[in-house]
């Protein structure tokens, strides 16, 4: 059988504040990590969201280029075709 006077029972208390102080350290830290960890992704995705917003525009502006070039040969090739119709033999 175990007997504990007030001294055992005082640094028992002591061991077990210590070792929570300890642990809420180290807790607190990995939280602070956590936080930096956060606030990274956080730069990385507003620089992302630059990059596909400028992507997208390059896409719809080529895209309007496109659609102007096909729209200037469709235009040159219906000229062309009446013309062709317009000289019956």
């Known amino acids: ?3 504990m006077d007030k001294d055992t029972i005082d640094d028992l208390k ?15 830290d990995d ?9 990274g992704l956080r730069t990385d995705v507003k620089r992302l969201d630059g990059k596909i917003d400028d992507l997208s525009s390059s896409v ?4 309007d280029n496109s659609n102007e070039e096909t729209e200037k040969r469709l235009d040159n090739h219906e000229v062309r075709i ?8």
């Open 1 to 3: 059988m175990i007997v």
């Open 14 to 28: 002591q061991f077990i504040a210590t070792l929570l102080s300890q642990q809420t350290s180290d807790l607190r």
């Open 31 to 39: 939280i602070d990590d956590l936080r930096t960890d956060v606030d």
């Open 60 to 63: 719809a502006e080529a895209i």
């Open 82 to 89: 009446t013309k062709l119709e317009a000289k019956p033999a």
